[in-house]
């Protein structure tokens, strides 16, 4: 459908969709990259919170309170903090400080595609640059794009692929000197981060989200590290009480309670072990080693292993176009359902 008040620019966008429904309980979700497991004790502490809570207040209008406690978390201070309805917003609010008419925004694909359609809405270019066939880096490609450029974003791990990209070339990148946005939504999952790297590049912006390994995709919990200078630049353009006062105290339990989300990282390595181990096993598929909690793999009718699985009840991400699917790495009996469902797919082939 389309508006006569529409911008041209809607033309060419859809609005993001899933088909399945957090109510649904019959399916497996194995599509979204979420975490299997709840956090109860985050829950219960709300739970006899809530009824203190100053609702009929705005919450404070710098979120400085929440920005230290993620600063004091991970060694740095409040002003390099940026908190938003999830990592999503902070996309969105990098897109309104810093992209201008036809500014380059350089995006090794196949990658989340939010970071394309934001630049779009800010009316810059979205210059996308293949990944190798391996889904490595194109770093020459890379580094001579970069001399026309504003910025690049990176999210490593890799979503789709789950592939983590090395410093070495993360550290090229940001000698060029243009803006580098690196997207760590996964970062918990792989044994890498570069915050450290904020200590000698002011040309960083290190993007990271409470809804993955902490598994508070509901509460929409995101935030950033970056320079006091840039992230004063995105304060300017922030919705002014972008988080509610529940999702501060959410965040505020989730780093008290940091020890669900290790172990639930370690599960989910394990789970990852199994789940790529066995998918090597099975002839006419091929999975791509992942640092994620997620794994692509390659297929000649991705479609038809799509919707076989659906059929019996499990919900995996597809591409439209491409030869491969992605399947988050669930509980270990998920894992073994959809192991056991896909074997039963190809030997029925
Ligand atoms: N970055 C990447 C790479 C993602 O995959 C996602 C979620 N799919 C996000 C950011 C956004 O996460 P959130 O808004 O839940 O923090």
């Given at each position: 459908?389309?508006?006569?008040f529409?911008?041209?620019?809607?033309?060419?966008?859809?609005?993001?969709?899933?088909?399945?429904?957090?109510?649904?309980?019959?399916?497996?979700?194995?599509h979204?990259?979420?975490?299997?497991?709840?956090?109860?004790?985050?829950?219960?502490?709300?739970h006899?919170?809530?009824?203190?809570?100053p609702?009929?207040?705005?919450?404070?209008?710098?979120?400085?309170?929440?920005?230290?406690?993620?600063?004091?978390?991970?060694?740095?201070?409040?002003?390099?903090?940026?908190?938003?309805?999830?990592?999503?917003?902070?996309?969105?609010?990098?897109?309104?400080?810093f992209?201008?008419?036809?500014?380059?925004?350089?995006?090794?694909?196949?990658?989340?595609?939010?970071?394309?359609?934001?630049?779009?809405i800010?009316?810059?270019?979205?210059?996308?640059?293949?990944?190798?066939?391996?889904?490595?880096?194109?770093?020459e490609?890379?580094l001579?794009?970069?001399?026309?450029?504003?910025?690049?974003?990176?999210?490593?791990?890799?979503?789709?692929?789950?592939?983590?990209?090395?410093e070495?070339e993360?550290?090229?990148?940001l000698?060029?000197?243009?803006?580098?946005?690196?997207?760590?939504?996964?970062?918990?999952?792989?044994d890498?981060?570069?915050?450290?790297?904020?200590?000698?590049y002011?040309?960083?912006?290190v993007?990271?989200?409470?809804?993955?390994?902490?598994?508070?995709?509901?509460?929409?919990?995101?935030?950033?590290?970056?320079?006091?200078?840039?992230?004063?630049?995105?304060?300017?353009v922030?919705?002014?009480?972008?988080?509610?006062?529940?999702?501060?105290?959410v965040?505020?339990l989730?780093?008290?309670?940091e020890?669900?989300?290790?172990v639930?990282?370690?599960?989910?390595?394990?789970?990852?072990?199994?789940?790529?181990g066995s998918?090597?096993e099975?002839?006419?598929?091929?999975?791509?080693?992942?640092?994620?909690?997620?794994?692509?793999?390659?297929?000649?009718?991705?479609?038809?292993?799509?919707?076989?699985?659906?059929?019996?009840?499990?919900?995996?991400?597809?591409?439209?176009?491409?030869?491969?699917?992605?399947?988050?790495?669930?509980?270990?009996?998920?894992?073994?359902?959809?192991?056991?469902?896909?074997?039963?797919?190809?030997?029925?082939?």
């Open positions: 459908m389309k508006s006569k529409d911008r041209d620019l809607l033309d060419t966008l859809e609005p993001y969709s899933s088909e399945i429904s957090v109510s649904d309980t019959n399916i497996i979700r194995l979204a990259n979420e975490l299997p497991w709840k956090n109860e004790a985050i829950l219960w502490t709300l006899e919170n809530i009824l203190e809570m609702i009929n207040r705005y919450p404070e209008v710098t979120n400085s309170y929440i920005r230290g406690r993620i600063a004091d978390y991970l060694g740095f201070e409040k002003e390099n903090v940026l908190v938003g309805n999830g990592s999503d917003e902070i996309i969105d609010t990098i897109g309104k400080a992209i201008s008419t036809l500014d380059k925004v350089l995006i090794p694909a196949p990658t989340f595609s939010l970071y394309s359609v934001i630049t779009r800010y009316s810059g270019l979205p210059i996308v640059l293949p990944l190798n066939l391996d889904y490595t880096l194109p770093l490609n890379i001579s794009e970069s001399k026309n450029a504003k910025m690049i974003i990176i999210c490593s791990p890799n979503n789709p692929t789950g592939v983590q990209y090395s070495k993360i550290k090229e990148i000698d060029t000197g243009i803006l580098v946005i690196l997207d760590e939504a996964y970062s918990e999952f792989s890498q981060s570069g915050l450290h790297l904020l200590d000698h002011d040309n960083l912006i993007m990271k989200t409470f809804s993955k390994a902490f598994g508070l995709a509901g509460f929409r919990t995101g935030y950033c590290v970056s320079s006091e200078t840039l992230v004063e630049s995105m304060s300017k922030i919705l002014p009480y972008n988080m509610n006062t529940i999702s501060m105290s965040i505020d989730a780093i008290k309670h020890d669900f989300m290790k639930s990282v370690r599960k989910i390595k394990e789970n990852r072990k199994y789940l790529y998918m090597q099975i002839k006419g598929i091929n999975p791509i080693p992942s640092s994620a909690n997620f794994i692509l793999f390659e297929a000649e009718d991705p479609k038809m292993i799509y919707q076989e699985l659906l059929k019996r009840g499990i919900l995996i991400r597809y591409f439209e176009g491409k030869k491969y699917l992605r399947v988050t790495v669930g509980s270990y009996e998920e894992c073994v359902k959809f192991i056991t469902n896909l074997r039963e797919i190809f030997d029925g082939c």
